[in-house]
């Protein structure tokens, strides 16, 4: 199989099925497009998550904390712990950790969240230091956000910019290759989008105004969680493509390496469904935060297909990520 998540008929035919065993108190479990576990802990409920850091080099102490945390706050919560696991390849130094765990606490405390354990092992089975996270919050049950909520007639909106996450990791760790092919500041920009990479005041926001469901955008891009949602919520959609927010920045160094900035990992992005009486009290809100809103679509219950001027085509499951033609 190709580098990137599992393609979505092995998850089915393999993973999911081989997982057979049940609690009652286990809410929702694995399934398409949904970003956590929920345990019933009676009228609360105990939202998780995990993520590991792969197709990058810098700030992965900084990703492994923001990327496990929107899963989180995908649900509407608010994310309180996070443990992490670091395997590092043989000739890591004590800097090299130094400096993953400072990022990581920096990380963890821009949101308010505590690292509450892990393990951290020097191994030959890696070639460069791996970060795997796990996050963990709490919710009043009745307040919880599932992917799978979308609803026929629900507004789609996608909060900042596609390939965020994506470009800014491409920025940073392939600087040099890019330095006399676009201008200079153009990288540095790309290089601060990372700074925008939690979506937790965003889902926590969306949450309580009442969205049906969310999904963080990760691997895969816009297009891929947008199916995703899709899939989960049994639903067709029509996606306004020239809709779909994207900077500038973006384009030029996707245009480089010959990448599709809407099939790139993109955390920082949060896709969101509203109902139509409710989508203005969404807007106005994002709008007092100053956090980008932009709406790209709306749910239906035939097709799910994107339009592009008087081009229409499908709306496909994610393939491999773009990130990964380019990853070091």
């Not at 850091?53 to 945390?69: F, N, P």
């Not at 970060?131 to 963990?136: F, G, P």
Request: hydrophobic letters at 40%; a negative charge.
């Amino acid at each position: 199989m190709e580098v990137g998540k599992i393609p979505v008929e092995v998850l089915k035919e393999i993973i999911f099925s081989n997982i057979k065993h049940r609690r009652p108190e286990v809410l929702v479990r694995p399934n398409i497009g949904e970003d956590c576990a929920v345990i019933d802990f009676d009228e609360y409920v105990c939202v998780m998550s995990t993520d590991p850091i792969t197709a990058a080099i810098k700030d992965i102490g900084s990703l492994a904390v923001h990327i496990s945390c929107n899963d989180i706050a995908s649900s509407g919560a608010e994310p309180l712990g996070i443990m992490l696991t670091a395997l590092a390849p043989p000739g890591t130094t004590k800097e090299d950790l130094d400096y993953v765990m400072a990022e990581a606490n920096k990380a963890a405390a821009s949101i308010n969240v505590e690292i509450i354990g892990g393990h951290t092992e020097i191994t030959n089975s890696v070639n460069r230091m791996i970060i795997s996270a796990t996050a963990m919050g709490k919710l009043p049950k009745d307040k919880l956000i599932l992917t799978k909520g979308a609803k026929v007639g629900d507004a789609v909106f996608m909060t900042k910019h596609a390939g965020l996450e994506g470009v800014s990791i491409i920025a940073g760790d392939l600087e040099e290759q890019l330095r006399d092919k676009v201008d200079y500041d153009v990288i540095k920009t790309a290089q601060g989008f990372a700074k925008d990479i939690s979506v937790v005041k965003e889902g926590v926001l969306a949450g309580n105004i009442g969205v049906n469901s969310m999904h963080d955008v990760t691997e895969g891009g816009v297009l891929g969680a947008l199916w995703e949602l899709a899939e989960a919520s049994e639903v067709g959609m029509e996606v306004y493509g020239d809709n779909i927010n994207i900077r500038q920045e973006t384009v030029e160094i996707c245009r480089v390496f010959s990448i599709n900035p809407m099939k790139l990992i993109s955390s920082g992005v949060m896709i969101m469904t509203i109902s139509e009486n409710k989508k203005d009290l969404l807007v106005k809100a994002f709008k007092k935060e100053n956090i980008e809103l932009t709406e790209i679509g709306r749910v239906t219950d035939k097709e799910r297909i994107i339009i592009k001027g008087e081009e229409r085509q499908q709306l496909l499951p994610p393939d491999v990520d773009e990130l990964y033609k380019v990853a070091p």
